[in-house]
């Protein structure tokens, strides 16, 4: 049972290894309920590493990662898919069915979990309305654009109403403008009380953030993870 105050995600002394080498070590990390986080570093760092162990695609190596104060390791494969579906994710490449509509697309994970999706309709159609895409419902994946991707990305990564939002570069490939736009709706579900993960190499944009909600910026580097100081 979830208990006021606990963590929603926390790392303790977590490594992961991957090839014979070492890509994180000594990671202490804890994701307060309701909280928003920058995850920045090099190409390669790890970053989507780190966020994979966020949402148990990926187990440590060593030292304990928990997911909602269930330990990682002990978890089975409907305990994992129990905790997906609290945890929402944009993926870098977004991962669609070109042969399903955008709005197919979005309902996929009610479908996989065993919901009515007619029963959803309208709250379908509200959050693709959110995100700005009402009028693509019936488009195909590859007849989008990149920033319009990445908002139907988004509007399928919290159908399920999930506690934490996790995004791994998701304004890595659109303009300013559309960045701008995906990061108030990020800035938005926080507000909610979502708690945000968002990985990106883009410090203006964290800047801009900045001005909108107390984010913690965790920088990741030579394997380990730190808080980034106040000069970004």
Same mark, same amino acid.
């Given at each position: ?11 303790? !002394? ?42 148990? +695609?990926?187990?440590? &190596? ?30 870098? !490449? ?16 009610? &479908? ?5 999706? +007619? ?41 399920? !109403? ?5 995004? +791994? ?32 190499? +883009? ?27 106040? !000069?970004?």
């Amino acid at each position: 049972m979830k208990t006021k105050g606990a963590m929603v995600i926390e790392h303790s !002394d977590v490594a992961y290894s991957y090839g014979g080498g070492e890509l994180l070590s000594g990671v202490n990390v804890s994701l307060p309920p309701g909280s928003f986080h920058f995850l920045t570093g090099p190409s390669g760092a790890g970053k989507t590493t780190f966020l994979k162990l966020c949402y148990g +695609d990926l187990l440590a &190596t060593s030292g304990r990662v928990s997911l909602f104060e269930e330990d990682a390791r002990t978890l089975d494969r409907d305990g994992i898919a129990s905790i997906r579906q609290r945890i929402g994710v944009v993926h870098q !490449d977004c991962r669609f069915l070109d042969h399903l509509s955008m709005a197919e697309n979005v309902a996929l994970p009610l &479908t996989v979990a065993g919901r009515d999706v +007619d029963a959803q309709s309208q709250n379908l159609t509200d959050l693709i309305t959110w995100v700005g895409m009402r009028d693509h419902m019936d488009a195909l994946p590859p007849s989008l654009s990149g920033g319009e991707r990445q908002r139907v990305a988004l509007a399928r990564a919290i159908i399920m !109403d999930p506690e934490v939002v996790i995004a +791994d570069e998701p304004t890595g490939n659109v303009d300013w403008e559309m960045s701008q736009r995906l990061l108030s709706l990020l800035v938005e579900l926080n507000k909610l009380g979502k708690t945000v993960v968002v990985a990106t190499h +883009d410090l203006n944009l964290i800047r801009s953030a900045k001005a909108q909600v107390s984010a913690r910026v965790l920088r990741i580097q030579n394997g380990g993870i730190q808080a980034a100081g106040a !000069d970004l």
